[in-house]
């Protein structure tokens, strides 16, 4: 419970304690973030391997419930973090009842919530994005059906993947592709990572290096490992070794 020092008319409550559960909490959504990453690898492994769809649908449950728990943990945060500042500000002569503060603005932002909601979730976002991309790198009969190429020839959808695997700027195969989460482009991930650094040592911005792409602020955040296409460059290199046994 929030102490009361004697110094000062007006007092003051110190909220070390309620900070410290709060970083826990935040610690918390680490976890979540662990639970997201594993499910995700999971649902692509799936797709690898061709399993039952009925399994990939349990993994996008499985996400849906991590970023509604993630949802609701910010909105925890947010809460807390309200109240305190309420508190810090008016610096009221009584101790409020905490507990109930929290609650009144925990309820005041769930209120707000939408069905579609959990789908800004970063991870989420991601995870979706990863598995449509590994499942069209496979040619996936649910795939080609969504983009007209039933019936096309297997060769043909391999060659225009491997137009995916060329990184922009070393014009070579990638081995550890990132995707710039702002305009959807890969690189492999040291090429870029080089470039950003460079130009933001001169205090200059990077624009993303595929030609005729209009991003010209290419941040690290907004970097982020594309696990579906190293997996589908992976994939290829066993197809084509299989081959040549």
Known sequence: MPGRSNSGSTGFISFSGVESALSSLKNFQSCINSGMDAASHVALDLVETQTEV????????AMVEFAVMDRELNHYIKAVQSAINHVKEDRPENVPDLKLLVERKF????????????????????????????KKQYGLQADREVDGTEGVDEDMIVTQSLTNFICPITQLEMKKPVRNKVCGHTYEEEAIVRIVESKHRRNKKACCPKIGCSHTDVRMSDLVQDEALRRAIESHHKRRSRRVE
């Open 54 to 61: 009925s399994s990939e649908y349990s993994m996008d449950k």
């Open 107 to 134: 309820v005041a932002l769930q209120n707000k919530n939408s069905d579609a909601d959990f789908q800004n979730n970063e991870k989420f976002v991601q995870y979706k994005q990863q598995l449509k991309e590994l």
